[in-house]
């Protein structure tokens, strides 16, 4: 019997998957549970165009995340921290501060917890920062620490 998951099933596959059950296991497992349809030309119809759908979202939040990429990259960031007279900073400068620089100046907002730094931030000068904007899309840019 050939049946389409709807869900994750341990051991056989994943949603969307069009996979071979026997008759007892589709019938009196998978189908009373809602873990699966039986795969009708309809349902195939159905899954095809949705996996079509699907990819075309995907490839659009590629392009968008690719061109914001390439704004934030040619982007010139400034984060202003209190320093004192040797360039130390009073604490450091966070994920926080920095999403908050990229929101003034290009007026897009970051989330956080996607922003990467790789050293400490703790004195004044220019540092390397890493932002995923996409599981395949990373882009990696300069923040100028400068005193406030």
Known sequence: MKVILLGDVKALGKKGQVVEVAEGYGRNFLLPRNLATEASKGALAVLESQSKALAKREAQTLTDAQQLAARIESAKLDVKAKAGGNGKLFGAVTNADVAEAISRSLEIDVDRHKIEIKTA???????PIEIKLHKNVVAKTTVNVVAA
């Open 121 to 127: 931030i703790k004195a004044l000068g220019a540092y």
